[in-house]
Structures are given as C-alpha cells and as structure tokens.
C-alpha cells in the first residue's frame, strides 16, 4: 500500500482519483487544489506518490516538481494533466517525472500506473509526437524547449492571466524580476504582446 497526495483545482478530478487510488489498496494522505499548500503538504507528509496537474493555481505543477526534486525523501510523481503536449510531456522528463496520463484517456488505468511506478518503472506510453503537420512550427519547438523551468512556470501564469504582482508572491519574486521574465519570454517565442503569447500558448496546447 502506497501513500499519495493529489493535487487538482478540480474537486470531481481529486474524487475520481481518490476513487482508483483507494480502490487498488492505496490511501490517500492529502488532497490540495493549489502548489503552495500541496508543497507544504508533501514536506510533512513524505507521501510515497504525488499524483499532480500541471495548470494549477499559486504554484504550477512544473515548479512544484522542480521542488519537491530538492527534498531528500522525494514522491514519485505522476502528472495527470488536459493538455496533452509534447513540450509539457518533455518538460517533465526532464524533471524525473515517472509517468504522463492525459486526462483525455481513461483515468481507470491510473490504478496500473500507481502500481507500475511503485515498483519503479518510468511510463510515458505515447511517447513524443513530432510529425509532418509540426514542420511548420519546428523554430516555435526549439523556443519552447530552450526554455528554462521557471520561464515555463512563468509562461503558464501568465496565459493563465495571473497578474505581474500575484506571479511574483507566488514564486517569492519581486515584480521586477517577472517583468524581465515576460520581456525575455516575449523574446524567445518571437511575440509583441500578451494576446500573441496567449495565442502562442493555445497553439502549443499549454492552456
């Protein structure tokens, strides 16, 4: 039996999770729809699994990751998300995420994948999609994945339409700093103003 945390901003999500987690023998030690308070949670708690979205509120789940990799008894972290991108897939490879499920799929084989991580198994079952109909886009790949964590956090606060000010108590940041981070976004993705980076976002299924 494992210990796991959810972390959702949407309570029918956290109770159908919690549903499949406890039905296969697991228990569900803490349920958090934002980062900060799940991150405080996991540092207490030490749960075995973390089972996270990634467009959350206050902290985002790629930050929450880059966090928990710096605690000595880390969870296991699966990241159940909407948006189904490669750039997203990617980033959490790069931060030791063990598995990827989209929220499109059938959350019921959630119940397999707790159990497939535990015995440390690493499971991104769709791979990674780059075909023909990307080519078009390939500059827009490499901006994106040139981007470091915390600019990606940045971004998604940004689309999510988070204010310069409630990005920065977020991420403990002064309002300076996060201005830079949107004049140095702005100029990696190759855009003028917010609506474009909106617009970039949404044509990377980020939002």
Known sequence: ??????????????????????????????????????????RQLVPDILILDINIPRIDGLD??????????RPKVIVLSAHDSDHIKTRCIQLGVCSFIS???????????????????????????????????????????????????????????ESNKKIAADLILSEKTISTYKTRLMNKLNVSNIVDLINFAKRHNLV
């Open 103 to 161: 929220k499109m799929e059938d959350l019921g084989k959630l119940k397999e994948v707790i159990d497939r991580v535990l015995s440390g198994y690493v499971i991104f079952e769709h791979g990674l999609r780059f075909d023909a109909s990307q080519t078009a886009h390939v500059d827009d790949n490499s901006a994106l994945q040139a981007l470091s964590t915390r600019e990606m956090s940045v971004l998604l606060a940004l689309v999510r339409g």
């Open 64 to 73: 929450v990751v880059k966090r928990i990799n710096e605690l000595e008894c």
């Open 1 to 42: 039996m494992a210990s796991i945390i959810i972390v959702d901003d949407h309570p029918a999500i956290r109770m159908a999770v919690k549903m499949i987690a406890t039905s296969g023998g697991h228990e569900v030690i803490g349920e958090y729809d934002n980062g900060v308070d799940a991150l405080a949670q996991i």
